[in-house]
């Protein structure tokens, strides 16, 4: 059976959560390999590239990597008339110019191109400056992509994006995004089908839920909630869901079990088949879903 978007893409759902912690790679692979199990085509997209983690348990085989790049600007010195536009053109502050001399930080720059644009001389060029790494393979039926920035870079948004631009055709992706509300976020879930909110059942769960479903609201994306731990703290996160009209697609309890096979690397409903039915639901409810929004 194939999932075809209203876009005539495939089938992209995007698993997020507006703080660490609360479940996302469980889920995300738990999820791909349930729909692999059925026999669907799916790749997982680990877009959390600051620390990626669903290669513990997929543990799959890399067949390619490459770097990961942004354009950064060079000047010709011979051209360069330290005239200062380049630096007041820049917002990000990436380029100074010193007794007629122009300095980059690259570290800074955002690869917008203004400064290349509005230069009177013509004296600026761009090259490509790696800050991180694309790794793609396959874990059994699963295909595989994810993004590793390079210590100390701080622009991940150019790394996710190469990720999804790199992943392949296949019936449905499962896009594991960074945690959190800010760019990274939003690079990794536009575009998306379906985004699937993981929370817990905290105080500190239900702020960040809220968060992120202004995010999404923002955003005008489809969603739903998945509940992980759902049987620790209070119900004020069912309330909120229930007072929003917001539907909880899963909800997995806090089961010492799941705790250890997630120590050992290992995935849910491999070492606990009774929860596949779980994630069979929220699948299942994930594409009709996404159908009725086509």
């Not at 992209?12 to 507006?18: D, E, L, N, Q, R």
């Not at 912690?21 to 680990?46: M, W, Y």
Request: aromatic content about 6%.
């Amino acid at each position: 059976m194939a999932f075809i978007n209203r876009k005539g893409c495939v089938l992209k759902i995007a698993v997020a959560s507006g703080k660490g912690g609360t479940g996302k790679t469980t889920i995300s692979t738990n999820l791909a390999l349930t729909l692999a199990d059925k026999g669907i085509t799916v790749q997982l997209l680990d877009c959390d590239v600051e620390e990626p983690n669903c290669h513990i348990f997929l543990n799959p085989v890399i067949e390619d990597k490459w770097p990961a790049t942004v354009l950064i600007p060079k000047v010709d010195q011979e051209k360069c008339t330290g005239c200062r536009v380049c630096a007041d053109v820049c917002e990000f502050k990436a380029i100074a110019v010193i007794k007629g001399k122009v300095l980059i930080f690259p570290e800074l720059c955002h690869s917008c191109g203004a400064c290349k644009l509005f230069c009177p001389e013509g004296a600026i060029s761009e090259i490509p400056r790696e800050i991180g790494i694309i790794e793609k393979g396959k874990s059994g039926r699963i295909g595989f992509l994810q993004g590793l920035l390079h210590i100390g870079e701080l622009a991940s948004p150019p790394v996710i994006r190469e990720v999804r631009e790199a992943a392949g055709n296949s019936e449905v992706t499962i896009i594991d995004s960074p945690p959190g509300t800010s760019c990274p976020v939003i690079e990794a879930v536009k575009e998306s089908d379906f985004v699937l909110l993981v929370t817990e059942p905290t105080p500190f769960g239900l702020n960040d839920l809220e968060l992120a479903v202004g995010m999404v609201k923002e955003l005008t994306m489809p969603f739903a909630v998945a509940i992980n731990r759902s049987d620790i703290g209070d119900d004020e996160v069912v309330k909120y869901c229930k007072r929003e009209g917001i539907a909880i697609f899963l909800e997995i309890p806090n089961d010492r079990k799941i705790a250890e096979a997630y120590s050992r690397g290992e995935m849910i409903v491999r070492a606990l088949p009774e929860y596949r039915a779980a994630f069979e639901q929220c699948w299942a409810r994930i594409a009709g879903s996404a159908e009725k929004n086509r």
